[in-house]
């Protein structure tokens, strides 16, 4: 079975981003199973230790999965900091990390018309650089992801009826 990992860019608990996440694992196909990782529960970075058992968890998962899928918002015309954290964490060794070859899908929202397409290529930019395998396809942006959520729930069908091919894609792509 297809295990696909996904990584929310946001902490907060009632963020855009992790609603469109649940909304999109909630909608993977037949046969492809699915879990999160916290990247909350990370130490800042320090190459002078290893991060302890958070951090060797966070990297198990990403090691264990076929495939991940990131939702992130976009702070200041890029990525969350909490989010480059976890990708330096799991980036180490460098060029031999658990990144490469590892398949990626990514999504990004945003409060504004954009949909976060600066920290999509930000984030492209980062993964790239970690040899990660970046699903190649249209981009998947949320503009306006705050008035796309009723209590708490992400709940636009259209978008998610637009994405479907796309993940759908993505995940046949990640199957071993």
Request: net charge neutral; proline share 6%.
């Amino acid at each position: 079975m297809t295990q696909i990992l996904g990584i929310a860019g946001s902490l907060r608990v009632a963020s855009s981003s992790k609603a469109v996440l649940r909304a999109v694992l909630d909608n993977l196909p037949a046969g492809v199973a699915q879990a999160t990782a916290d990247i909350g529960a990370l130490p800042h970075y320090n190459a002078d230790h290893d991060g302890g058992a958070e951090v060797a968890a966070f990297t198990q998962k990403i090691a264990k999965a076929d495939g991940l899928i990131f939702v992130t918002p976009e702070y200041n015309y890029s990525i969350p900091g909490v989010l480059k954290n976890a990708i330096d964490w799991a980036s180490r060794p460098a060029y031999a990390s658990v990144f490469v070859g590892k398949p990626c899908l990514i999504i990004s929202v945003s409060g504004g018309a954009l949909g976060g397409v600066r920290a999509q290529a930000h984030l492209k930019y980062i993964l790239n650089g970690m040899l990660a395998h970046l699903h190649p396809g249209q981009e998947i942006v949320v503009p306006q992801a705050p008035k796309k959520m009723t209590d708490g729930a992400f709940n636009d069908p259209d978008f998610l009826a637009f994405i479907a091919p796309q993940v759908t894609a993505f995940c046949k792509s990640c199957g071993t």
